[in-house]
């Protein structure tokens, strides 16, 4: 490991006690990626987003951002460093009772001192950011589910984040709004300059916007596979990845 990375995961083990779920993943993320985190069902994609996030704890192994051990942090350390980080979970996790931008004050009003006014403003940018201008008093339930993906992400993006994770994002959405959100993930990468984390499983989705990444195989428990999913589908000879990625074709 060379310590420059963004994140940096090192012989990291996942377990539920006596059954491990992977071993020795070892992967980095370099600054503005969009990296990829493939595999199958069971295989372990969101479970290892959860131990990036510090929402569980590894059986063994490391996390680091900057070179810096997130795993082993004490508690005010881990605090500041998430607060670099947005995350868009699966099924949006927006505040039903709130307005879509009730839902994105609320990060606003918990981690900054803005005035009421200026949390107002950078709602509305947030929202418009992401395509969503004028809906800013409409409740989540008033909107289609691509919209809630999007309106996630502006919250996601609401403390200006240098990384954002996706589980699943284009989870319950048609092709049109799944194609959608993978151009408006690409596009605030770009713009932003921001890092970009994605587990997913939706082929069009990760051939799509992937320009790195790892493929975490279920059966060996182990990281199999690392690359930009593209040119794995071109290069990989491992039958397993190649199934993974060339399922489908048969239909076709």
């Not at 809906?135 to 309106?151: L, N, T, V, W």
């Not at 994770?165 to 989870?171: G, K, L, T, V, Y």
Request: aromatic share 6%.
């Amino acid at each position: 490991m060379t310590g420059t990375a963004h994140i940096a995961v090192q012989d990291l083990t996942m377990a539920f006690g006596e059954r491990v779920i992977q071993r020795a993943v070892t992967f980095e993320v370099a600054r503005g990626a969009v990296f990829i985190i493939m595999g199958g069902s069971g295989s372990g994609k969101s479970t290892l987003l959860k131990h990036m996030l510090g929402l569980l704890e590894p059986a063994g192994g490391d996390v680091l951002y900057e070179g810096r051990s997130f795993t082993r942090a004490e508690p005010e350390e881990r605090s500041r460093i998430l607060r670099r980080v947005g995350v868009l979970y699966q099924r949006g996790a927006l505040w039903s009772s709130m307005t879509l931008a009730e839902n994105i004050a609320l990060v606003l009003e918990e981690y900054t001192e803005l005035t009421t006014e200026e949390i107002r403003e950078l709602a509305s940018l947030k929202l418009a950011l992401v395509g969503l201008k004028g809906f800013e008093h409409y409740y989540p339930s008033e909107i289609s589910g691509g919209m809630q993906k999007r309106a996630g992400l502006a919250r996601a993006m609401a403390l200006d984040p240098q990384i954002l994770f996706f589980d699943e994002p284009s989870a319950g959405l048609d092709p049109v709004s799944s194609r959608r959100l993978d151009e408006l993930i690409l596009e605030l990468s770009r713009s932003l300059g921001a890092t970009v984390v994605v587990v997913t499983h939706e082929l069009a989705s990760l051939l799509a916007i992937g320009s790195d990444g790892v493929f975490l195989d279920g059966d060996s428990k182990t990281v199999i596979a690392r690359g930009r999913p593209r040119d794995l589908l071109e290069t990989c000879p491992d039958p397993r990845v190649q199934r993974f990625l060339r399922r489908g074709e048969a239909r076709r």
